[in-house]
C-alpha cells in the first residue's frame, strides 16, 4: 500500500462532506494509484495546501493569486511527492519567503475537492479538473519577511481572519477558509 493512500485512509473526517470528499479520493486512488501525484493525470490530481496563522489566531497569511485574482492560500501541485505536508511546507515558504512553520495539530486539517476551471498558465491553457487536496495549519512569526513568487502571486500580507470574505474573491473557497480556522481555533 502507497504511504500517501494511508495518510488519507487515517485522516478522521469531521463533517459529511469531508468523508464523502476522502471516499472518493480513495476510490480515485485504487483506479489510478501514483499517477494521482503526478500532473499527467489531467482529469485530477493531488495538491496540498496551508493555512498560516499568526500565534494569536487573528490573522492569516495569504498570496494574491494571478489566476484566480484573489487572496488565496499557498500550496501546489505534489509532482510526484508524497509527502504532503512537505510539499505544503515547501509551497508556503516558496509564495511568501516564511521560513518558519509549527505545525497546528497533529497532521493533515482537512481534505477537499476542489474544482480548477480552464485557464492559461505560463502561455499554455490548462482543462478544467480537480485538486484533490490535502490542508493543514501552520503557526508562523508576523515578523518575518516575506516575498511574493511573481510566476504565481503578486502580493504577500497577513490579513485579518474575521474578514476573510473582503479578501477573498472566490465564493466556494471562504467555507474552506472558515472551516480550517474553526480548526485552529480561531
Not at 477537499?112 to 498558465?121: C, Q
Not at 516575506?146 to 481572519?161: I, K, M, Q
Request: glycine share 6%; proline share 3%; aromatic share 8%.
Amino acid at each position: 500500500m502507497h504511504n500517501w493512500i494511508r495518510q488519507i485512509e487515517e485522516f478522521v473526517p469531521r463533517d459529511e462532506r469531508e468523508e464523502a470528499e476522502r471516499q472518493i479520493i480513495l476510490e480515485l486512488a485504487k483506479k489510478e494509484g501514483d499517477r494521482l501525484l503526478f500532473r499527467e493525470s489531467a482529469f485530477a490530481h493531488l495538491t496540498a495546501s496551508s493555512i498560516i496563522l499568526n500565534r494569536e489566531r487573528t490573522r492569516t497569511l495569504m498570496v494574491w493569486h494571478n489566476i484566480y485574482r484573489s487572496w488565496s492560500w499557498t500550496g501546489g501541485h505534489c509532482d510526484g511527492d508524497p509527502d504532503f505536508e512537505a510539499v505544503s511546507r515547501r509551497e508556503a515558504t516558496e509564495e511568501t519567503g516564511i521560513r518558519t512553520l509549527r505545525r497546528i495539530g497533529s497532521g493533515i486539517a482537512s481534505v477537499e475537492i476542489l474544482p480548477v476551471w480552464a485557464h492559461v498558465k505560463r502561455e499554455k491553457t490548462v482543462g478544467s479538473h480537480l485538486h484533490l487536496n490535502v490542508s493543514y495549519l501552520f503557526e508562523a512569526d508576523e515578523t518575518e519577511t516575506l516575498r511574493t513568487a511573481p510566476e504565481e502571486n503578486s502580493g504577500v500580507r497577513w490579513l485579518e481572519t474575521g474578514r476573510i470574505e473582503e479578501y477573498c474573491t472566490e465564493p466556494d473557497m471562504i467555507p474552506v477558509y472558515k472551516r480550517l480556522f474553526l480548526r485552529a481555533n480561531v
